[in-house]
């Protein structure tokens, strides 16, 4: 069972624009939602997070929208530039059985930002 | 944040045999993480070590097929056992290194022929 929805699959921008990627979480024990970026052969790299108490995060130009009554969260990518090009998933943690903390990560969104 | 090292970084391998991923973090950890990333597809956990204790699978995932090692604090080995070209995927060590501050490896480019 999935329990980490996220969209588009694949989004173009045009440089300068705005890159909205949007996730849907099902369990509510939930309690950190990072966004990791990925760039090919490489692997995921923390780009922002966010924890329930808040309703936004701002790092430079990557906020983190959330929305904890609709379960929802959203990273925005202001003025897109051609380095922003990567793979891009959001994920949710909580808490393991046995102790210690897990991630589950959403389907991810590839982001190509054009000239 | 904590340096992983992963050792091979790519390898192509006969169905049938089986091949041993090394990773390798600069600081000592209590848990480390072992992901499979499929050909275009999000991450899945296949388990959890813990220094000292067995690892701890995820839903799908057996210990015969995916052996785990957690010698010490610094040190996991994940060992793909009896591949099919079905296991061609990415396999990732991560480490926690706060409350839920999770740190990739670059990752384990294997392809079964």
């Known amino acids: 069972q999935q329990q980490v929805k996220q969209s588009p699959q694949s989004l173009i921008v045009q440089k300068g624009g705005i890159s909205i990627i949007n996730c849907a979480y099902e369990?509510?024990?939930?309690?950190?939602f990072p966004w990791y970026q990925q760039f090919p052969g490489k692997g995921p790299a923390l780009l922002i997070a966010i924890r329930p108490d808040v309703s936004e995060k701002k790092e430079g130009r990557f906020t983190i929208s959330f929305n904890k009554s609709a379960k929802q969260f959203s990273l925005h990518i202001m003025d897109s530039q051609p380095g922003d090009s990567a793979t891009y998933f959001c994920?949710?943690?909580?808490?393991?059985?046995?102790?210690?903390?897990?991630?589950?990560f959403g389907t991810g969104t590839q982001l190509k930002v054009e000239l | 944040s904590a340096v992983i090292s992963q050792k091979p970084s790519r390898d192509i391998c006969q169905r049938g045999t089986s091949l041993t991923i090394q990773c390798q973090v600069d600081s000592q950890v209590t848990m480390m993480f072992w992901y499979r990333q499929q050909p275009g597809q999000s991450l899945t956990l296949i388990a959890t070590a813990n220094q000292g204790s067995e690892a701890t699978y995820e839903s799908g995932f057996v210990i015969d097929k995916f052996p785990i090692s957690r010698p010490n604090l610094t040190f996991s080995t994940l060992t793909v056992s009896n591949m099919s070209p079905e296991d061609s995927s990415i396999y990732l060590c991560?480490?926690?290194?706060?409350?839920?501050?999770?740190?990739f490896g670059s990752g384990t480019r294997l392809t079964v022929v």
């Open positions: 369990n509510t024990a939930f309690d950190y």
């Open positions: 991560s480490v926690e290194d706060s409350v839920y501050g999770y740190t």
């Open positions: 994920a949710a943690g909580g808490r393991l059985t046995g102790g210690g903390n897990k991630l589950t």
